[in-house]
């Protein structure tokens, strides 16, 4: 068994922090961080990517939505390369019950993402939406909305970025820095794509998709008063799937849905037709086991 550098471009679909754009970008952050692959007889069996911090003074490795196991990998050889990953804390993509013989011990029940199927038919995916979310659709798509794509530039969507960081603070809700936008965009040129509805001349919502291989993640989304009165935010969605569907992309990520604390996005997501399915948990390495 051997841990090698993953190849800039793996051929299987990883989410968005098991793959080596996620590493390029939170270098050009100044963090320590190294997309990995596990190779058995010269085959890929697993990707993840690697990031090294200081918690509470103590250094420790630590891997997020990985590592991502090639299907019919078994349960014993994913333990034996656990161990030689000394990863300390693992969060994985799914259920793994691998951990436990491998030494680690849940912390944290397992959150739940939405995943939208890029690969149906588009008439398919509309037959997916919910009732209403159908309804709010149709009624974006009446309001004389335009929806247009274009590469993130930090100079040209400065107003994007701004209301992001608006939202963060009146909402009071945690993520991945601005910063990250900008280095992502950076190390991934073309990857972060802003899709913006327009109502005469002007933006009334937008969001960021970041692309990574045959996957996308949804990463931050805005909307106006007259955004939110057409319904805009349904129009985006469906043009940014489609547009990444047209590019090859076969998943998108919309990240977690929490009914407890942001039910309104929950709800939103939920009508898409995404899939809903659990992660795997938080998992610490617990010395002598």
Not at 2 to 24: K, V
Not at 50 to 63: D, H
Not at 74 to 86: F, G, I, K, Q, Y
């Amino acid at each position: 068994m051997e841990i090698t550098d993953a190849p800039q471009e793996p051929a299987n679909p990883l989410p968005l922090q098991a793959h080596p754009s996620f590493a390029r970008s939170l270098l050009a952050m100044g963090q320590s961080a190294r997309a990995v692959a596990v190779q058995k007889e010269g085959a890929v069996i697993a990707n993840l990517v690697q990031i090294r911090r200081r918690i509470l003074g103590v250094p420790l490795t630590l891997a997020t939505r990985g590592p991502v196991w090639r299907p019919d990998i078994p349960e014993t050889l994913r333990t034996m390369a656990l161990n030689h990953l000394c990863l300390r804390l693992v969060e994985p993509d799914m259920a793994d019950p691998a951990l436990r013989p491998a030494g680690y011990r849940q912390i944290l029940t397992p959150v739940h993402i939405a995943e939208l199927d890029l690969t149906i038919d588009p008439v398919a995916r509309l037959h997916s939406l919910a009732p209403n979310w159908r309804n709010a659709l149709h009624k974006a798509e009446q309001a004389g909305l335009s929806v247009v794509s274009q590469a993130f530039d930090s100079m040209a969507h400065g107003w994007l970025l701004s209301a992001e960081a608006g939202q963060r603070s009146t909402r009071g809700y945690r993520a991945l820095p601005l910063d990250f936008i900008r280095a992502y965009a950076q190390t991934n040129p073309g990857q972060a794509i802003v899709f913006i509805a327009i109502k005469d001349a002007a933006p009334v919502a937008a969001m960021m998709m970041l692309r990574h291989g045959l996957t996308a993640t949804y990463h931050l989304g805005w909307s106006g008063s007259q955004g939110r009165a057409t319904a805009a935010h349904q129009l985006v969605l469906i043009r940014a799937a489609d547009w990444l569907a047209e590019r090859g992309h076969i998943r998108l990520d919309l990240g977690a849905v929490d009914t407890d604390s942001n039910r309104g996005l929950a709800r939103f997501k939920i009508g898409s037709g995404a899939r809903i399915r659990p992660l795997g948990g938080s998992w610490v390495k617990v010395p002598g086991l």
